[in-house]
């Protein structure tokens, strides 16, 4: 995309993603390693979302999005003579960023009933598909799931718009929390390096056989037991100190960049 030659803009994605590229490049078997790199977003754009939805983006999102419009790193990986589509690292554009709850699917097959959700949803304290609690999905997991924004309903007549959490929707309408801000997710995300239904680490049901052993062959550190995110819930990445994301990095480098890279888009 535009970007390439920027070495500013490089220098912006190499802080953004904690040197991932990098590291994936070193590992046996990883190959195809491919970084989309966006425009910003324009903030009207981000302004005109808040006020259509009647809510407040988390200030490190909305730093985020006037950084990148999204966020989108995949990489394969050579097992047993086959290259496999493995990582993949994705945050949805401003307009992909659509609100899942109190509105109607299109058609039978679009979303789960509401009454399915209801039903399965007993927990108060987790997301429902009501009028109400605004969710809006952030990553679909290659539909073994939705990653998604949520704004819980604190009483009967009043919505938090302050603190929106990161949870994930399985494919059984269960909730399960993930992190308490974008930026702790996102350094999840890069932490776990996208492998396959690394989200469900964090779940009752935890990886499948198959995820378990890709992470066993590429990145055998995140099964350690002082990594188990069971053992301690979410209290590992409250505490990490390495590797943490400052949210400052979630702004625009320069106009200059933004210049550059339409002018690069145009050629």
């Known amino acids: 995309m535009a970007y390439i030659g920027d070495s500013s803009v490089d220098d ?19 190959q195809d390693v491919e970084l989309e790199k966006r425009l910003p977003c324009d903030r009207m754009l981000i302004s005109s979302w808040e006020q259509r939805h009647s809510c407040t983006l988390p200030e490190d999102m909305r730093q985020f999005y006037a950084s990148t419009d999204g966020f989108k790193l995949i990489w394969n990986y050579e097992y047993a003579g086959e290259v496999l589509p ?3 690292l994705r945050i949805n554009s401003m307009m992909e960023l659509q609100r899942l709850a109190g509105v109607k699917p299109q058609s039978d097959n679009e979303l789960p009933s509401l009454l399915d959700i209801e039903l399965c949803n007993t927990d108060p304290t987790c997301p429902s ?16 799931g939705k990653v998604c924004l949520a704004y819980l309903e604190r009483g009967e007549h009043e919505l938090r718009h302050e603190d929106p959490k990161i949870w994930l929707l399985d494919r059984s309408h269960e ?11 996102f350094r ?25 052993q890709m992470m066993t062959m590429i990145a055998p550190h995140l099964l350690m037991p002082e990594s188990n995110p069971n053992e301690s819930k979410f209290l590992n990445w409250k505490q990490f100190t390495n590797n943490t994301i400052d949210p400052s990095v979630f702004k625009t480098t320069n106009s200059k960049n933004s210049k550059t890279a339409k002018q690069n888009d145009s050629k």
């Open 175 to 185: 909730w399960h929390l993930l992190a308490d801000s974008f930026s702790q997710y």
């Open 12 to 30: 912006f994605y190499e802080n953004l993603t904690l040197g991932l590229i990098k590291l994936l490049e070193k590992i046996p078997g990883v």
């Open 129 to 144: 598909f009501g009028t109400k609690c605004k969710i809006f999905e952030l990553d679909p997991c290659q539909n073994i």
């Open 86 to 88: 493995v990582g993949n």
């Open 188 to 212: 999840m995300m890069l932490y776990h390096q996208g492998l396959p239904q690394w989200q469900f680490r964090f779940t009752p049901m935890g990886l499948t056989p198959w995820a378990e």
